[in-house]
Structures are given as structure tokens and as C-alpha cells.
């Protein structure tokens, strides 16, 4: 349950660039975050694995693979009190995490083409340490880490397919201190699958389809649950969360100066989050109950994201930038201290430099600024704000 929490604190915040609403994370390879994962149609390198599996079908007859190094800041999240909390001024915690990725292409087999990404899809740590926020959300944590094992299939010279499974290792904490407190952890496999379609009806024009289903995190773990010092509960506990199914809709389009743009628009079905529902071995103290056990109701919308990116090749050098803005999922009424989230827009720029025709080097950066969000609700009266992200990645390419 301490890692369960973890998933909950994600599932209550969220940021655009290192997760897309919510608590999942786009950017998962260099060139995702220098396109702002406006990589979805126009995909050549190795990470096409993870963003279109489709496309490996029309790569070089080589093995490709590609190993990444993700740096994700979070700023200290400042909430500002306004009417009956006036006078509350506080900040969360500053978050930095350290994330690897990798990404493989096969060579042929027959006319088939394998694919393989181990990627951190969702995660996020939100961490307080003053009231009123620490009654409720001492610590939120998620982490969330994918094998995805991918296959293509080229249907005709324009047309390819593929399909995937999502094995998904999950660790949750929640943590929260007052009057009572609980300390909760957890962690779950879980399995899902994606779908994607690659369409080039011309040289120039590049048409991508994805689609990645929910997968529910059944977290299982253990929770102790206190009244001032006296521990009351020691034991057993789950929740499920969902890491919600995504849909990807992408056109490129590259001109004669080998300058490609592509447009991505993401549906993102976040209304699977209807309520978090915490579970326990044993019945826990009617005192309790209220506040952990009862269930929390989520009724989350589905929310989009607009996508831009564009790619220049120069000979050995290849420049990237992109643009992204993302929707919170998270109606007013349900904001809490664990994920203030909210609206952003997303710049991002990288670069990646072919030092031989088997190994070429990578780097890129993606600032998200989140809007400052205005809350009023059963719990909360105040402001929300300084929640922005930075993502620096380097990454390493070899063909063989």
C-alpha cells in the first residue's frame, strides 16, 4: 500500500510533459521528447517499437536498437490559500527522477519485423510536508514500468499493422499524517496490448493509428494504519487504478527540403477512473473507515492532447522541436493536495548526430508549463501553482 499510495498520488496529479494528464508519461525515448511524442506517423529510428510499431515494417533490413537516459524535475508545487483556508501558504517537496529506456527493431523474419521497448509509461511522486496538505497527502508515489514485445506485419507496399502485449510491473506508497495516519505500499503485475496501423499512400505523406488498452493496477501489498501512536491495523490491502487506454490519430508530411511536420491528436480515456476504492484483509476500526476505507469518488473526464513536430535532416545531423498542448483529466470538484493538476502547453527541442551509419548520438529537452489552477471544492479553497517540468534526455543509437 506505500507503493499503492504511490499509484494513488498519480492518480490524483499530474503534468503534461512527464505525464500526459494524469499520471502517464509520453515521453518515453530522445526523440519522443525533442517532437513532444509528436512521433507517431513519421517514425524511423528505433523507438518506433514503442510510439508506432506499424512502421518497423518499413525500416532498413538491420537490427536497431536504441538505449535512452531520461531526467524528469518537478518543481515545488506552491498552494496559496484563498477564503476559508486564507492564510495557507505552503509548497510540496521539488521531485528529480533518473529514468532508462530502450527500444529494439529486428531485422526481418520472413516479412515480419519484431519489436521490443522496456519504458517508464505513467509514474509520479508528490510530497508534502506541511498542513493541511500532509493530513491527506504526506507522500503520493507511482512508479510503472513496460515490456512492451511488439510484431509487424506489412499487409501491402503502403499499408502495415502491428500488435503488441504491455507487461506492466507497478509499486505504489501513500502516506498521510494527522490525528490518524496511514502508511501504505504495494505492488502488481498487470497485462494489456496495443494496436497500431501505418498508412504511406505517397512518399511524402505518412498516416499513423495507435491504440494502447487500459490496463488496471491491482495493487497488493500492505498498510499500517495508527491513531495517535497506538497502530491499530497491520496487514493485507489493495486497490486498482487504471493506466487508462490512449488513442493516437497522426499525419506527416515531409517537404522536399527534408523537412517533415506532423500533427498528432490524443485521446486519452481517463473516464475509467470512477472511483478509488482501498481494501483490506481485515475489517480496520469503525473510526477509520471514513476516511480510509470508504470509497473516493474519481469520475475523471477523458481528456485530449494536440501534438506538434517538426524534423529537419541536415546530411549527419537531424534537428527536432515540438509543441504539445495537454488537458487535465481532473474535474474542479475532485482536485486534491495528492494531484493538483492541470491544464499545459509543452516546448520541446533535441538533436541527434550520426557519427557512422551504425551509431549515432542524441539529446533533446521538454519544458512543460502548467497553468496555475484555481480550486474550490469539499476539501480544498485556494491556488494551485509552480508546477512545471523539465525532461532532458541523451540517448545512444546502434544499427547492426
Known amino acids: 500500500m506505500k507503493n499503492l499510495m504511490k499509484i494513488t498520488t498519480l492518480s490524483l496529479v499530474a503534468t503534461t510533459a512527464i505525464y500526459a494528464g494524469g499520471y502517464k508519461i509520453p515521453e518515453v525515448s530522445t526523440n519522443g521528447a525533442a517532437l513532444s511524442a509528436a512521433n507517431i506517423a513519421h517514425t524511423t529510428g528505433a523507438d518506433a517499437a514503442y510510439y508506432n510499431p506499424a512502421n518497423m515494417a518499413f525500416m532498413a533490413d538491420e537490427n536497431n536498437v536504441e538505449l535512452d ?67 491527506r497527502a504526506e507522500e503520493f508515489t507511482l512508479e510503472v514500468v513496460e515490456i512492451n514485445p511488439t510484431l509487424a506485419i506489412p499487409v501491402s507496399d503502403t499499408v502495415a499493422i502491428a500488435f503488441g502485449f504491455r507487461v506492466l510491473y507497478s509499486e505504489g506508497i501513500v502516506k498521510s499524517s494527522s490525528t490518524a495516519s496511514r502508511d501504505m505500499t504495494g505492488d502488481s503485475f498487470d497485462v494489456g496490448y ?12 505518412d498516416i499513423g493509428i495507435t491504440y494502447r488498452s487500459n490496463v488496471y493496477l491491482s495493487e497488493e501489498g500492505n498498510a499500517k494504519l495508527s491513531i495517535g501512536d497506538a497502530k491499530v491495523y497491520d496487514g493485507g490491502s489493495s486497490v486498482t487504478i487504471p493506466l487508462p487506454a490512449a ?62 513536430g517538426i524534423t529537419q535532416k541536415l546530411d549527419d545531423l537531424t534537428l ?78 546502434y544499427k547492426f
Open 69 to 135: 537516459l531520461i531526467y524528469i524535475g518537478l518543481d515545488a508545487t506552491n498552494f496559496k490559500g484563498t477564503g476559508s483556508q486564507a492564510g495557507d501558504n505552503i509548497d510540496a517537496e521539488s521531485e528529480s527522477f533518473i529514468i532508462p529506456s530502450l527500444n529494439y527493431v529486428s531485422p526481418k523474419l520472413g516479412n515480419a519485423r519484431l519489436g521490443l521497448s522496456v519504458v517508464v509509461p505513467g509514474g509520479l511522486s508528490k510530497r508534502w510536508n506541511d498542513s493541511p496538505a500532509i493530513d
Open 194 to 205: 496495443n494496436l497500431a496501423l501505418a498508412y504511406k499512400p505517397t512518399s511524402n505523406i
Open 247 to 308: 488513442l493516437n490519430i497522426a499525419g506527416a508530411y515531409t517537404f522536399s527540403t527534408e523537412t517533415t511536420v506532423e500533427v498528432v491528436y490524443e485521446r486519452t480515456f481517463w473516464s475509467a477512473y470512477k472511483e478509488l476504492d482501498f481494501n483490506y484483509v481485515s475489517p480496520i476500526p469503525n473510526i477509520l473507515v471514513p476516511s480510509f476505507d470508504n470509497p473516493i469518488d474519481k469520475s475523471w473526464d477523458d481528456s485530449y492532447a494536440l501534438r506538434l
Open 320 to 397: 527536432m522541436c515540438g509543441a504539445v498542448y495537454d488537458t487535465t483529466p481532473i474535474p474542479d470538484e475532485k482536485v486534491s493536495y495528492e494531484l493538483p493538476d492541470s491544464d499545459s502547453v509543452s516546448v520541446s527541442f533535441g538533436a541527434r548526430y550520426d557519427l557512422s551509419d551504425k551509431i549515432n548520438l542524441g539529446f533533446s529537452t521538454l519544458y512543460s508549463m502548467r497553468d496555475d489552477r484555481d480550486v474550490k471544492n469539499s476539501e480544498i479553497e485556494g491556488t494551485f501553482s509552480n508546477s512545471n517540468v523539465l525532461i532532458v534526455t541523451m540517448g545512444m543509437g
